[in-house]
């Protein structure tokens, strides 16, 4: 018992070396300039976490030895069959229940599932770790820019074409990885991510550098704008209603609801195709892929292409719905948030993607929001100061999720690697996969 005790006061020691400058110091304007004030309380908090985390998991892992295997079950793959038509229903619905701000969060939480589930085509079922996804949702959202506001086309046109102009850099991006595996493979996404974040600031002529692109146009419906001046050719005025802010807000929610469905769909039906099987088979093992006659290199250039269509679409729908982009809306970060919810949700698991997108984005989003409810009905400083500075730690409750999740659950919340083929007994193949 004193090595337990022992080994979690070391990883607690560990933490306070690491958080205590993080973590403990933070500038403030003073009088003279930026002083530098120290926040013990908060350093406490989160080396008593380490401490307590760590001690519990060396007490499970002496009493309850973990599963050899984490495959799913028969419970839960019918409780995953019973949740996701629970979630389609309450997408549906949400706008008629929920106020601007619910709609607005949903919004978000949804461009991160699509996102979650393109990533997923390339990292869960092709087993290509890529560490510059946000490069292709930078060029979705610039492709639609340009062409909206150069050519005045309408966002329902150019949305295939930005979808087209991703998949053609990433097939651009497959090329020279072709050989590569592993970690040289993840430097060179990660490398190519970077790079089209320079170039979108470099490129004034075109891109207009840091400055971004703005009035880039809203979605119609069927050729009726969103325009608050309730005239003639707009949404309130053609179904004589008083024009409202909300009324665009719920037809951008329904947007991305729709492509997100469509972006599932489309990679259900096409992991039971030969080239979703061959996926499969590359993710295993690539030497055996390629004694079985499958051509790899064609197999990783479509992940690549197909994975980087989807973040060109939510690129798109991200520049009309906010109708600015800039070079900074397209950093790492962005690419570490959408690969910590694929590997926290499941690698190749539909279902969990779209958990883990609401518990890490919209989750946090809500806790904030509790917190700051909390501070004003309680006039407590400590909630409000908590609020403010969750914002701050959100990748390190990321990463805090991330070893979490590693430790209990290797292959995510809802782990899921069954193949879309198996054989039975008899050598009989029957269709699966989830």
């Not at 300039?33 to 499970?60: E, N, T, W």
């Not at 046109?157 to 930005?162: E, H, R, W």
């Not at 050729?223 to 179904?239: H, I, K, N, P, R």
């Amino acid at each position: 018992m004193k090595g337990v005790f022992r080994d979690a006061g070391l990883s607690a020691l560990i933490a306070l070396g690491l958080f205590a400058p993080l973590i403990g110091l933070v500038t403030e304007n003073g009088e003279s300039g930026l002083v530098l004030r120290a926040r013990p309380v908060a350093v406490a908090v989160v080396v008593s976490l380490v401490f307590l985390g760590r001690l519990l998991m060396l007490i499970r892992g002496r009493r309850i030895a973990l599963p050899s295997k984490f495959g799913p079950g028969p419970a839960m793959v019918r409780a995953g069959k019973a949740v996701a038509p629970v979630l389609l229903i309450v997408a549906l619905l949400l706008p008629f229940g929920g106020s601007r701000y619910y709609v607005d969060l949903a919004t978000l939480v949804l461009t991160y599932i699509m996102l979650g589930w393109g990533l997923n085509v390339v990292v869960g079922l092709a087993g290509l770790l890529d560490l510059g996804y946000v490069a292709f949702y930078a060029v979705g959202a610039y492709s639609y820019a340009l062409l909206a506001t150069t050519f005045g086309l309408g966002f329902w046109s150019c949305l295939p074409l930005a979808g087209i102009m991703a998949a053609f850099w990433g097939v651009l991006l497959g090329f020279p990885v072709l050989r590569l595996r592993g970690d040289y493979l993840a430097i060179v996404t990660l490398a190519f991510g970077e790079i089209i974040r320079i170039v979108l600031i470099n490129w004034v002529s075109l891109t207009n550098g840091p400055n971004g692109i703005t009035g880039i146009p809203r979605p119609t419906l069927f050729g009726l704008s969103f325009s608050m001046d309730g005239g003639e050719g707009t949404f309130a005025g053609f179904f004589n209603l008083e024009p409202e802010t909300i009324q665009r807000v719920i037809f951008l929610y329904y947007v991305i609801l729709g492509l997100a469905l469509i972006t599932n769909w489309f990679t259900l039906r096409l992991r039971r195709t030969p080239l979703g099987r061959a996926w499969e088979a590359l993710r295993e093992d690539e030497t055996a892929c390629r004694s079985l006659g499958i051509n790899v290199t064609n197999t990783k250039l479509t992940a690549f292409a197909i994975g980087a269509m989807f973040g060109g679409f939510a690129g798109a729908f991200f520049a009309t719905r906010q109708a600015f982009i800039s070079p900074e809306s397209f950093t790492f970060i962005e690419s570490a948030t959408v690969l910590a919810i694929v590997v926290l949700g499941g690698l190749g698991s539909q279902l969990g993607v779209a958990l883990a997108a609401i518990v890490m984005v919209g989750g946090l989003e809500l806790l904030r929001s509790l917190l700051s409810w909390l501070a004003d009905e309680m006039g407590s400083e400590l909630f409000a100061g908590i609020a403010n500075e969750l914002p701050l730690y959100r990748m390190l409750v990321f990463g805090l999720a991330l070893v979490v999740v590693m430790v209990l659950r290797p292959r995510g919340m809802v782990s899921t690697r069954t193949p879309t083929v198996t054989l039975t007994r008899a050598g009989t193949p029957v269709g699966g996969g989830a």
